[in-house]
């Protein structure tokens, strides 16, 4: 793999390391309170991901993590950052409740302008940018409420996606946008994740997308970074990896196999924050 790819985007990422990580609640599938975690591994893991960025020229901030919030590190589902405003995050279990806020300050004493979100949320958890769109996902964590939210924030089209596994209870552990260009939107999606609804709006949205294989899914390799040349991905995601290679991506493996045992990867650890129209990156 080569790191440093020319024609790259550069990006701004908002990040938490895990010092406080560990599994002691049960609010997914992938979570097993009764399994050793080893917050030492998760932090090397994490580190190494945050590196990968900087070594690929993307710029990355941090918050500080909270004792008692081990699911912090999983900075996506914190807000969602469009234009330069923040949309919070409102999450529905009681456990990752307080993260919201604690987001939505950090950003708050930046400077940005945010807004508080009245609708049950998990950030870019369940709403993903591609091109002028938002795939808003729904159906474990996110009410389709939020999506309507959130378009009226934003004012960009909100396609409303229905999931159907638990497993792939956010829509970026079954969605990655490879690209989020306009003028040629891609991404990668795992079918079987999705109602037969929102497959076919998927397919008719995005004809050329790639299908990932359940060896990805399991692996969540879906829940992947890219910077529309280089893609970071779990190494497992062998056939995902393929794929984007032979459309032209530069797909860079990191381990977050510690952080995964609490049902997040590459992205779930990485928020993105997109400023306003014309700011640059």
């Known amino acids: 793999m080569t790191l440093i790819a020319p024609g790259r985007t550069d990006r701004r990422y908002l990040m938490c390391e895990p010092v406080h990580y560990t599994v002691s609640y049960e609010i997914n599938p992938w979570m097993d309170k009764t399994r050793h975690t080893d917050a030492d591994l998760a932090v090397r893991q994490w580190r190494t991901l945050r590196d990968v960025y900087l070594d690929l020229g993307h710029t990355v901030e941090t918050i500080d993590p909270i004792p008692g919030l081990p699911d912090m590190v999983y900075a996506a589902n914190g807000a969602t950052v469009l234009d330069g405003v923040v949309y919070s995050a409102k999450f529905r279990y009681a456990e990752r409740q307080p993260e919201g806020p604690a987001y939505q300050k950090w950003f708050a004493d930046r400077g940005y302008v945010t807004h508080t979100a009245g609708e049950t949320n998990e950030g870019e958890g369940d709403l993903l940018v591609v091109g ?37 209870y956010h829509l970026d552990t ?73 459309r032209g991506y530069n797909p860079i493996p990191v381990d977050t196999s510690e952080l995964l045992k609490g049902g997040g990867g590459a992205k779930c650890c990485t928020l993105e924050i997109r400023p306003a129209s014309g700011a640059g990156r």
């Open 132 to 168: 002028d769109l938002v795939l808003a996902g729904t159906g474990f964590r996110t009410d389709r409420a939020a999506h309507a939210e959130l378009q009226e924030l934003f004012g960009r089209p909100v396609i409303s996606l229905d999931l159907v596994s638990p497993h792939y």
């Open 174 to 246: 079954a969605l990655a946008v490879l690209s989020s260009d306009p003028a040629d939107p891609q991404i990668a999606y795992y079918p079987p994740a999705f109602s037969a609804g929102s497959r076919s709006v998927l397919r008719q949205l995005f004809p050329d997308a790639v299908e990932a294989t359940e060896r990805d899914a399991v692996a969540l390799g879906l829940n992947a970074v890219s910077d529309g040349l280089n893609v970071v991905v779990a190494p497992g995601a062998v056939d995902l990896a393929a794929a984007i290679a032979e």
